[in-house]
């Protein structure tokens, strides 16, 4: 078990980081991984967070929302990954995190491949992050009408990289 100080996750979480993603990230360039272990990695956490997030729904609406949400996100920078969105990733790597515009802009290549039912699902993930989260307006029918829809997304991204939930 690796253990990080908590001053450094508050840091990070006070700069708007998340605390995985952050260190995921800086593995990845560190020890320059196989793009199939990082896809791997990340679909791993995408199951993570949806199991996470199914448990919360009746607990913690707020923290199931999240959760839901980051299942949704880690398929997609999987994906951009999988796909090879070379001009995506490298605009990740030189900001050294993902922002909203390289999410929406995977999200839309992602769609041409998969089809709509892919941006139709992450805006439902997208609300889940603003209205569940953020600005905590969702109780557990909202979050459950949105979740299978975040649960489709992580089940066909398991499924198209064959990770084994």
Same mark, same amino acid.
């Given at each position: @078990? &690796? &253990?990080?100080?908590?001053?450094?996750? *508050? *840091? #990070?979480?006070?700069?708007?980081?998340?605390? +995985?993603? /952050? &260190?995921?990230?800086?593995? /990845?360039?560190?020890?320059?991984?196989?793009?199939?272990?990082?896809? %791997? $990695?990340? =679909?791993? #956490? $995408?199951?993570?967070?949806?199991?996470?997030?199914? *448990?919360?729904?009746?607990?913690?609406?707020?923290?199931?929302? *999240?959760?839901?949400?980051?299942? $949704?996100?880690?398929? /997609?920078?999987?994906? $951009?990954?999988?796909?090879?969105?070379?001009? &995506? #990733?490298?605009? =990740?790597? %030189?900001?050294?995190?993902?922002?909203?515009? !390289? #999410?929406?802009?995977?999200?839309? +290549?992602?769609?041409?491949?998969?089809?709509?039912?892919?941006?139709?699902?992450?805006?439902?993930?997208?609300?889940?992050? /603003?209205?569940?989260?953020? !600005?905590?307006?969702?109780?557990?029918?909202?979050? @459950?009408?949105?979740?299978?829809?975040?649960?489709?997304? =992580?089940? !066909?991204?398991?499924?198209?990289?064959?990770?084994?939930?």
């Amino acid at each position: @078990m &690796i &253990i990080i100080p908590s001053v450094l996750i *508050e *840091e #990070l979480r006070k700069k708007g980081l998340d605390p +995985e993603d /952050v &260190i995921l990230d800086a593995l /990845v360039r560190t020890a320059n991984l196989d793009p199939d272990v990082v896809i %791997e $990695a990340r =679909v791993n #956490l $995408a199951n993570k967070y949806l199991g996470e997030g199914k *448990e919360l729904v009746n607990k913690d609406p707020v923290q199931a929302s *999240e959760k839901l949400y980051k299942a $949704a996100e880690e398929c /997609v920078k999987a994906l $951009a990954q999988y796909y090879d969105l070379k001009d &995506i #990733l490298v605009r =990740v790597s %030189e900001k050294g995190r993902w922002t909203v515009t !390289e #999410l929406e802009k995977t999200v839309l +290549e992602v769609s041409k491949r998969l089809g709509n039912w892919f941006g139709e699902a992450w805006d439902r993930a997208w609300a889940l992050h /603003v209205w569940g989260f953020h !600005e905590a307006k969702f109780d557990a029918e909202d979050i @459950m009408a949105r979740l299978p829809y975040v649960q489709r997304i =992580v089940e !066909e991204t398991s499924r198209l990289v064959k990770v084994k939930s």
